[in-house]
């Protein structure tokens, strides 16, 4: 009775954001700043990483819940175009794809900038509402339903994860941090998921803090195991500066391991 209550939960949660061009604007100049930073200090590799994330997002809310699942939905002054849709979500998909995959990954580096980065983005998420407010009303409404995948993605959440405890479990070896993992994966949602609805993007209701801990829990936590991963693979071989690893004895896990 309570798993199912608990999944009717989860099915009826519809996360909503409503904006206006200024907040598309402002955001996108800080994206251009952001990467202008990973230029200037040449970190190559997270650079990378995080243009990555924003086209991996663009894939999936464009491609799957656009397109295969009809579970996203963009509306300008109430009215729905393919166009617009399209534009929308690929700010949306760069702008917290960049910043998210860029959170992670300093979180994994334990960047000796990690501070001032968070600092940056949590509190750019805090106050661009706030400015943006001064270019009108938010006419600009995008909705997601969550019952067609929320389910597929606790799978791979599990999946992952079960994997790292087993690892865990049989190496006799220096053992993955899994809290640490799970720290970040629901930290960096949950910033930017508070930040939407204590701002008025992300409206008020009845589900706001079921939609809070939900997708905190659950959407880019998902994918720590596997980010995890490819981190260490990328760091085995290449520099921040993308220049050939010459030892791959040189890397520093020591963040996400425990004895």
Request: glycine residues 4%; proline residues 4%.
């Given at each position: 009775m309570l798993f199912n209550n608990i999944l009717k939960t989860i099915e009826n949660i519809v996360p909503t954001r409503n904006f206006n061009l200024s907040y598309i604007i402002l955001d996108s100049v800080f994206i251009l700043i952001l990467i202008g930073l990973l230029i200037y200090q040449k970190k190559y590799v997270t650079l990378i990483w995080s243009l990555f994330g924003g086209i991996l997002y663009f894939i999936v809310d464009y491609g799957y819940f656009y397109w295969i699942s009809h579970s996203r939905q963009v509306l300008v002054d109430g009215v729905s175009s393919q166009w617009t849709t399209a534009l929308v979500l690929l700010w949306m998909s760069l702008s917290y794809g960049i910043t998210n995959f860029l959170f992670i990954w300093l979180c994994l580096k334990k960047d000796k900038y990690l501070k001032e980065y968070l600092i940056l983005i949590i509190l750019w998420w805090m106050v661009v509402p706030s400015i943006a407010s001064i270019g009108g009303s938010n006419n600009i409404q995008t909705l997601r339903t969550t019952g067609a995948y929320h389910g597929a993605m606790a799978i791979i959440l599990i999946v992952g994860y079960v994997g790292?405890?087993?690892?865990?479990?049989?190496?006799?070896?220096?053992?993955?941090?899994?809290?640490?993992?799970?720290l970040i994966g629901i930290s960096v949602q949950f910033c930017w998921e508070f930040a939407l609805l204590v701002?008025?993007?992300?409206?008020?209701?009845e589900a706001s803090l079921t939609t809070l801990i939900i997708n905190s829990v659950i959407e880019t936590n998902l994918g720590m195991p596997y980010i995890y991963l490819i981190y260490i693979s990328v760091y085995k071989h290449f520099n921040e500066n993308l220049s050939r690893r010459k030892s791959v004895d040189s890397i520093d896990s020591t963040p996400l391991t425990q004895a």
């Open positions: 790292l405890i087993i690892y865990n479990l049989t190496t006799k070896t220096k053992m993955i941090n899994i809290l640490w993992l799970n701002n008025g993007i992300r409206p008020l209701n």
